[in-house]
């Protein structure tokens, strides 16, 4: 079993950017592709990004699109999140999970404790 940590949230303006980091346990975490979800309060949990296991293939949410890029580095065990253009609607708590390599936006396995994205206008 695959464990998460998240980190690099922050509060930041509008136009800003950060850069999420997911860092995982195990040996088996390059046989995984991964994807990026996102929580804002009162909403659902919903999907933001993912990526194959070898880094080859990416997804984004329409949301998203031209402003965010997932990204990983299998020897660090650690997905990022690139997110730029950051809209006051992009604040959220952000979640890594491992998903589904048939369907990025299905997540697998258990969920790490998140990271607060802020952004003020």
């Known amino acids: 079993q695959v464990q998460l940590v998240e980190s690099g949230g922050g509060l930041v303006q509008a136009g800003g950017s950060l850069r999420l980091s997911c860092a995982a346990s195990?040996?088996?975490?390059?046989?995984?592709?991964m994807g990026w979800f996102r929580q804002a309060p009162g909403k659902e949990r919903e999907f933001v990004a993912g990526?194959?296991?070898?880094?080859?293939?990416?997804y984004y949410a329409d949301s998203v699109k031209g402003r965010f890029t997932i990204s990983r580095d299998n020897a660090k065990n650690t997905v990022y999140l690139q997110m730029n253009s950051l809209k006051p609607e992009d604040t959220a708590v952000y979640y890594c999970?491992?998903?589904?390599?048939?369907?990025?936006?299905?997540?697998?396995?258990?969920w790490g404790q998140g990271t607060q994205v802020t952004v003020s206008s």
């Open positions: 195990g040996r088996t975490f390059s046989s995984y592709a």
């Open positions: 990526i194959s296991w070898s880094g080859g293939s990416t």
């Open positions: 999970a491992a998903v589904l390599d048939s369907d990025y936006e299905t997540p697998r396995g258990s």
